[in-house]
DNA sequence: AACGGCTCCAACCGCATTATC
DNA sequence: CGATAATGCGGTTGGAGCCGT
């Protein structure tokens, strides 16, 4: 006897969701957190499967989520952590804060297979590329899409032959602390920072802080000053009002702005990682 | 302008893992 | 401790949009 479907598919809806629908839900999850996912769709109003639900929330809706463009330092943080620890694409996840182990498999897939192999790496052993596939590479098929994207990654190329130096050094030097189970709580505490940071440039943080009285209530230094339910209370709160200030239609692509300043904060968090590390 | 091929990414599917009874 | 339910995860797909012809 097979294991019995996730949901009763009959009647369910599917494919993209709608602004009503992710409104339904965000409200929802706003509002009466999450307690069972499979209750979620019923209870919000929804004719999606709890796991429809659920993906919509993590992939898409969660007001932590860095949307836009991955910087150079993400594509070499991934390269990094996909050497060590192959398609686990949530494991990698866990190491850059407000990116979903979709988001970054999507990319992989679409961006950095193609860009390894043009620099004559096999994706899967991130070792050299036999000669024999390289010949056939340069000569075949794919040599097309190589010459596409020569342009477009000559000076990621150019940069690649001092990251295959540091590669080496690097993967030692994090191979142990990628093991470590604590390694989450900081990330964790990362995501905070970057939507605390998020809110300041979208100046809304003025409207948290007037509900929270305290400028840094994102913050992992705050947050471990008030229990764990404190901290979800008074970040449901927050992000309800944040949820509601924005206008429905507001694309989430107007963060991508921010990636710039949170990159630099990246940066000085993986600079620092390494350096606790020595 | 129309068409076809390609790219990208949101969403789905099914298996694995974990939690609960 | 086994059975079942719930959740998590990774592979895959469908389709919208882009681009070249």
Redesign the pocket.
């Known amino acids: 006897?097979?294991?019995?479907?996730?949901c009763d598919?009959v009647g369910l809806?599917?494919?993209?969701?709608t602004i009503e629908e992710d409104h339904k839900l965000m409200n929802f999850i706003l509002n009466k957190g999450?307690?069972?996912?499979?209750?979620v769709p019923k209870l919000a109003g929804l004719l999606?499967?709890?796991?429809?639900c659920?993906?919509?929330w993590i992939?898409?809706l969660r007001p932590d989520l860095k949307r836009g463009c991955f910087t150079e330092m993400e594509d070499n943080q991934i390269i990094q952590l996909h050497s060590r620890l192959g398609?686990?694409?949530?494991?990698i996840?866990s190491h850059l804060p407000g990116r979903t182990?979709?988001?970054i498999?999507?990319?992989w897939?679409?961006?950095i297979k193609?860009r390894l192999k043009l620099l004559g790496l096999d994706p899967v052993t991130h070792k050299p590329i036999e000669q024999k596939e390289t010949v056939k590479d340069a000569s075949g098929g794919e040599l097309d899409?190589c010459t596409?994207l020569k342009e477009q990654d000559e000076s990621w190329e150019v940069k690649s032959q001092d990251h295959d130096e540091a590669k080496s050094d690097l993967a030692q030097v994090k191979d142990q602390k990628l093991e470590q189970d604590e390694m989450k709580i900081l990330d964790e505490s990362d995501l905070l920072k970057n939507y605390e940071i998020l809110c300041g440039s979208l100046d809304v943080g003025s409207w948290i802080n007037q509900e929270t009285n305290t400028s840094s209530s994102y913050s992992s230094q705050e947050s471990n000053n008030i229990s764990a339910g404190e901290s979800h209370s008074i970040q449901e709160n927050s992000l309800r009002q944040w949820v509601d200030s924005v206008d429905s239609f507001l694309p989430w692509d107007s963060f991508s702005h921010l990636d710039e300043d949170l990159f630099f904060l990246e940066n000085s968090q993986w600079i620092s990682e390494v350096a606790t590390t020595d």
């Open positions: 006897m097979g294991r019995q479907p996730c598919k809806k599917r494919g993209p969701w999450i307690q069972c996912w499979r209750m999606r499967c709890g796991k429809s659920r993906l919509r992939n898409y398609n686990r694409w949530s494991k996840a182990d979709n988001e498999k999507n990319h897939n679409t961006r193609k899409e596409s």
